[in-house]
């Protein structure tokens, strides 16, 4: 742990000032959070409406929701009214296609206008998002739209040729897919967004919602077998509405960029929903990082609370001129920015103190995944920052570390499992459920879902420690998974597209040490007899993965290893692997049948 501490000044208390934390802890509570949200006027509670109408409702019309910069600049602005009146398009062309509520819609698209307005609309609607990553390869998105049975897609001609029309005629009952931007020549089996959307009303009002209502799906990986789909119902936005206030800071009148791609997570719940649900104004960046443009637009957008990724940020710092004097690499104008915050991945101390000397604030990193739907570990703006922390939990969100057992999760033991009570001992990081977003379910598996609960508490998979004031620690992640540039990927998927080369008798997945991108994936493959394993089939290898997985997902490194070590069932033993990577011990191998 480092021993450093970053002191913040005192501040006007507000409504979510948390200067004293214990004592917004204890008086807390989820219905009083609920309170602060307007509720459909029937009863009930939908997110869309909560972003969207209730701002109209409110005279808030005509404020800026959405300010998109075009990959060349250009600045489009769409104000609540507009965005009311788009996703009202969007929902109508949905009940013309026959869609039914709460069937699920699909997107595999950037950021642009259109998102904004098949997200909010489904939202709206009562029908049930589900976001792609659009740097996912052909491959992971037909296992996704095939998991969810999608039957709805929304996309861009180009995503839609390069990774969806090769595997069409394996998705049988996907017959609606609406394309966005100009569409030269549809492909069979698909028709413009912007035709429908121009035939469709955009009066629209959001039909009775019950908090329990699905709302968001969301693909995590685990580290078998196929990813799983995080279900999330409409009463998440409660959580949304109210940590993004605690943990980001987000005020009225803020200007607000949320770095993180649509099609995770954060894109949604905290580059959509939670800011809109403030009424606050979104910078939505159409282009591809690059540290003039990410500086650019922190200036010339004035954006007060930003909210980016460990990745990102190492990526800046590089660029950050080494003359002795850390500088930004330009005349960038930063003085509009009140906070930074980072999530998704650790963050190194390091990082945390660059903020502090070259963009004049600390970066603020805060913990939560995909299943829990709301950031439940954070560093607050009012509290004092220890670098290299996640912070506190949230108010409302218990948290605890659960003693290990072999196998590196909690330790269950007749159904029971032991808290650590004393601090800087490592143990799987825990939450008590009952905080509104946490998620109810993965689709169409319950056992995996189930296996994720012990004794009251939820399981995260991550192991932490905890400091004698109460500060988590994050130390990596109790299984396989690996986290890349901030994505979460499956070893097992990357395993099972190597395999289907004819060259590849097995595969084993783990992620190398980066210090920019946090790991890197690297595939350790075995070959079938009469395969040399030469650099022209590494090569060739390299780029089979790239092209049905994406470069998201796909290894950047292969080696070759006919002796992959595997337990007594066969399995790789990805411990093992990870563990000669870095040159540790490599541990208890009594279940190794082969070390090669
Ligand atoms: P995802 O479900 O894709 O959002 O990924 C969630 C995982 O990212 C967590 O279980 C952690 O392993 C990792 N993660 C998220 N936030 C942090 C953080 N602040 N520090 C370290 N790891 C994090």
């Not at 029937?42 to 409702?57: F, I, K, P, S, T």
């Not at 939202?123 to 659009?134: E, I, M, N």
């Not at 990082?289 to 800046?316: C, E, G, S």
């Amino acid at each position: 742990m480092d021993h450093r501490i970053i002191h913040k000044q005192p501040r006007p208390g507000g409504a979510f000032e948390l200067q004293d934390y214990e004592r917004i802890r204890a008086e807390f509570t989820w219905d009083e959070a609920r309170s602060r949200l307007a509720g459909l006027p029937g009863g009930g509670l939908n997110m869309g409406y909560e972003a969207v109408d209730r701002q109209v409702a409110a005279g808030l019309g005509g404020r800026e929701a959405l300010r998109c910069v075009a990959a060349d600049d250009t600045v489009t602005h769409i104000s609540y009214g507009e965005l009311a009146c788009l996703t009202g398009r969007f929902a109508n062309a949905l009940t013309a296609m026959g869609v039914a509520r709460q069937e699920m819609v699909f997107t595999l698209l950037g950021r642009c206008p259109e998102l904004y307005a098949t997200v909010l609309g489904t939202l709206r609607s009562a029908r049930v998002l589900c976001p792609l990553f659009s740097a996912f390869g052909p491959e992971p998105v037909r296992q996704r739209l095939e998991l969810g049975d999608a039957r709805v897609l929304v996309t861009t001609e180009e995503l839609y040729w390069r990774k969806v029309e090769e595997n069409r005629h394996r998705l049988p009952r996907l017959d609606r897919v609406l394309l966005v931007g100009p569409v030269k020549d549809p492909p069979p089996g698909t028709v413009s967004f912007a035709e429908v959307m121009k035939q469709a009303s955009q009066e629209y009002t959001v039909p009775p919602t019950d908090p329990g209502d699905m709302a968001l799906l969301h693909f995590t990986s685990g580290t078998t077998g196929t990813p799983k789909g995080a279900v999330h119902v409409h009463e998440a936005v409660v959580a949304h509405h109210a940590t993004v206030a605690f943990a980001l800071d987000l005020r009225p009148g803020d200007v607000y960029w949320c770095t993180a791609d649509p099609g995770w997570v954060t894109g949604t719940s905290y580059g959509i929903i939670a800011p809109l649900t403030h009424g606050v104004t979104l910078v939505v960046d159409e282009g591809d990082f690059d540290v003039h443009r990410w500086y650019r637009i922190l200036d010339n957008q004035k954006v007060t609370v930003w909210y980016t990724a460990p990745t990102a940020i190492r990526m800046l710092m590089r660029a950050t001129p080494r003359n002795g004097t850390r500088q930004l690499p330009g005349p960038y104008d930063l003085s509009a920015l009140r906070f930074i915050a980072s999530v998704g991945e650790p963050l190194n101390p390091e990082a945390v103190l660059w903020g502090q000397d070259v963009l004049g604030l600390p970066i603020h990193d805060n913990w939560w995944q995909t299943e829990t739907g709301a950031i439940m570990i954070a560093n607050f703006a009012s509290s004092d920052i220890r670098p290299g922390s996640m912070g506190r939990p949230l108010p409302g969100v218990e948290a605890g570390l659960l003693a290990r057992g072999e196998d590196g999760r909690a330790e269950v033991t007749d159904g029971h499992v032991h808290v650590i009570g004393e601090p800087g001992i490592e143990g799987e990081l825990a939450l008590r459920p009952g905080w509104p977003s946490m998620f109810r379910g993965y689709l169409h598996e319950e056992a995996r879902y189930a296996a994720c609960f012990a004794d009251g508490w939820y399981l995260t998979g991550d192991l932490a420690k905890r400091d004698q004031d109460g500060w988590f620690w994050f130390v990596g992640r109790a299984d396989d998974v690996i986290k890349s540039a901030g994505h979460l990927i499956g070893p097992f998927e990357v395993e099972s597209a190597l395999m289907e080369h004819p060259a590849v008798a097995e595969a084993g997945v783990i992620g190398r040490p980066d210090p920019v991108v946090g790991a890197v994936v690297k595939a350790y493959v075995s070959l079938r007899p009469g395969h040399a394993p030469d650099t022209h089939l590494k090569r060739e290898l390299l780029a089979f993965a790239r092209r049905r997985l994406g470069p998201a997902v796909a290894p950047r490194e292969i080696e070759f290893e006919q002796n992959l070590p595997r337990t007594r069932s066969g399995k790789v033993m990805r411990r093992v692997l990870r563990a000669r990577e870095m040159g540790l011990p490599e541990g208890d191998l009594s279940t190794v049948e082969s070390l090669g």
